[in-house]
């Protein structure tokens, strides 16, 4: 009976804890997902980037053509049947003549490798074009994530700023009460406003540089809410 008892107990215990890490790993999971390192960003923008996408369609192409350009001309195959309606003995198929011919084209003065040097000169140009819109696609980004890095900072500041100007409001309007001149909380409430005014608008700055880079890969909004760095 103790033992029964035991049991009915153990169990609500066991799926509590259960489903107590199944909300700790979603959460650590969803919070993971809310954050953008700078080499997660390089590396959506490298796959997924719809201007670096192009070179894969471009290097396809190219190496298609080389293969064709490596070809050799076809050979001909010619059937060729003579005296098939003849008379007498030589009437039917068996007096027949039958020529088969097998040609191709000889190709002079190297162009085969000539087709060949120009096919690869074609895919190393469109190889350093790539290269180079690389770069600057992920020189522009780390820019972006620097900038985005900064104004996050700045926002913290902008908070802290607030936090101190609404403190001292406070402080000005419990002084105001004791016969403290009311010239001073005017001053201490234009502070608090300008406060406001710079937090919301690092605010709006960082959505938008969120948006710029969530570009690089294809969105066309932001999926982290902050970015690490």
């Known amino acids: 009976m103790r033992y029964t008892t035991f049991n009915r107990c153990l169990k609500p215990c066991v799926w509590l804890a259960f489903l107590l890490c199944n909300l700790t790993i979603t959460a650590n999971a969803a919070d993971i997902d809310a954050t953008l390192t700078l080499n997660k960003a390089l590396t959506r923008t490298l796959a997924h980037n719809?201007?670096?996408?192009?070179?894969?369609?471009?290097?396809?192409?190219?190496?298609?053509?080389?293969?064709?350009?490596?070809l050799r001309p076809a050979m001909g195959?010619?059937?060729?049947?003579?005296?098939?309606?003849?008379?007498?003995?030589?009437?039917?198929?068996?007096?027949?003549?039958?020529?088969?011919?097998?040609?191709?084209?000889?190709?002079?003065g190297g162009k085969r490798q000539a087709r060949l040097s120009y096919a690869d000169a074609r895919i190393s140009q469109a190889q350093w074009?790539?290269?180079?819109?690389?770069?600057?696609?992920?020189?522009?980004?780390?820019?972006?994530?620097?900038?985005?890095?900064?104004?996050?900072?700045?926002?913290?500041l902008a908070e802290e700023s607030l936090g101190l100007s609404e403190s001292l409001l406070v402080t000005v309007k419990m002084r105001s009460k004791q016969g403290a001149t009311p010239e001073a909380v005017v001053v201490a409430q234009a502070a608090v406003a300008r406060a406001e005014i710079r937090l919301a608008a690092l605010v709006e700055q960082l959505e938008r540089q969120k948006v710029q880079l969530s570009r690089f890969w294809g969105d066309t909004?932001?999926?982290?809410?902050?970015?690490?760095?």
């Open 50 to 70: 719809p201007h670096l996408y192009q070179y894969r369609f471009t290097q396809e192409a190219l190496n298609a053509q080389r293969q064709t350009s490596a």
């Open 221 to 229: 909004s932001s999926a982290f809410t902050k970015l690490e760095g």
């Open 129 to 156: 074009e790539q290269q180079a819109a690389t770069l600057d696609v992920l020189g522009e980004l780390t820019a972006i994530y620097v900038e985005g890095l900064a104004t996050q900072a700045n926002i913290r």
């Open 77 to 108: 195959l010619e059937l060729e049947v003579e005296n098939f309606a003849g008379s007498g003995n030589n009437e039917g198929f068996d007096s027949a003549e039958t020529t088969l011919a097998l040609s191709s084209v000889i190709e002079l």
